[in-house]
């Protein structure tokens, strides 16, 4: 039997429709299966991270998350065990050049204030100094007065002695002295700068970093000089260079230099560099898409179950909504001053001005309302030399340098672009 034009016309249009419908359908199981994913990996990750309560430690609690401003603290251990006190796998040691899990504390080498304010306003990211010499409001142990970082240690130690001797057991006691060491380091900072309230923090071991650098590896990052330590096992040229999750260890753990060169390389530059590779990381995170990336994600969760702990407050959903939208650009870092270098009881200490920074701090989380558009990017140094950083803008019409200079930790460090530090 013939068939006529018309008629094959019909069909070829019926094939296509049913073609579309078969796409359609495709795309929509797809997006069942991934929001199926999303909400299982919400569940398994909610029921896998560790928690503390923070309640009423610092005073009211905040708004819910993104309906008005938050201060998060961020925690950075140098413990070498997991949030269960377990060693670390040998080659992670290896990788960090951290020996073993009897080396090291439980201090907080990283403490930064992430205040993310009101109506998608900047974000201001407020580094504060490790060896700062501040009061313990607990004093635990008797002890009144120390550098910051020691705060956690201090009470974990003194939760795990009261604890043992009223015959807890080990794996609980030391549970509850995490969560003990916790709520102390969060008060400990907020009475330190100035009474602030602390709605969330998140807590993470060295492990957890390098993890984490190993699943979005290989992150860039620039320097002004070339470096070397090998205490840290940083050995870097000046300029512009890509690192693995070793390497990135070793750039955010590095406070010295040890080549015959006279590049005088302090505790500050390594907070810098903690501010410049938490930008390096999230110039990276957004590239990779590593938000709608299900594998990279369920890997980061992985992560976190083992070397992360969160408040019980804080949402896993929201603060990734946060964290995507801080990827763009939106928050600055700032460091904490120091008035001078002293020895207290034999310790190399920061010795601050308490007053002058909670007035910096106040300011910085209640700014003027602008009347104009900030510059475009910081006040940068000139740079010199072969794959050196682009220096700043100059002049009326000129672009946003590819790579900001800093050369000290005194200026702002602006988030969007892949700053140069030392």
Known sequence: MMT??????????????RWTVGIIAVIVLALIAAAAFVVITYADANNGIHRSSIAGITGT????????????LIMGLDSRVDENGNPFPQAIYDQIHAEDASVGGYNTNVLMLIHIPANGGKAVGISIPRDDYVDFPDSPDGVDKGKIKEAYGDAMDASMKKLTNQGVARADAYQQSRSAA?????????????????DHFVEVTMAAFYEVAQAVQPITVCLNHATA???SGADFPAGVQQLNAAQ?????????DTTSSDFDMTDLDRTRRQQAFMVSLAVKLKQASTFTDFGKLQKLIDVAKK??????????????????SLAGGNISFVTLPIDHFDTIDGQSVN????????????????????????SASPKASSSSGSGSASS??????????????YTDSSSPLQSGNIPCVN
Request: charged share 20%; proline share 8%; glycine share 6%.
């Open 307 to 324: 070397d992360v702990a969160l408040d019980d407050k804080l949402d896993l959903l929201s603060f990734a909504q946060q964290a995507q």
């Open 61 to 72: 609690s905040g708004p819910a998350q993104n309906t008005g401003e938050s201060n998060i």
């Open 182 to 198: 916790r709520q102390s380091t969060i008060k400990t900072v907020s009475a330190f700068l100035g009474g602030v309230r602390i």
């Open 392 to 405: 700043g803008s100059s002049g009326s019409g000129s672009t946003p340098a590819p790579h900001p200079v």
């Open 4 to 17: 006529s034009p018309q008629h094959a016309a019909r069909r070829r249009m019926y094939r296509r429709r």
């Open 351 to 374: 010795v601050v001005d308490v007053d002058a920074i909670r007035a910096q701090v106040h300011d910085l989380l209640n700014p003027p309302t602008p009347t104009a558009a900030p």
């Open 229 to 231: 330590d090998t205490f």
């Open 248 to 256: 990135s260890m070793a750039f955010v753990r590095q406070r010295r």
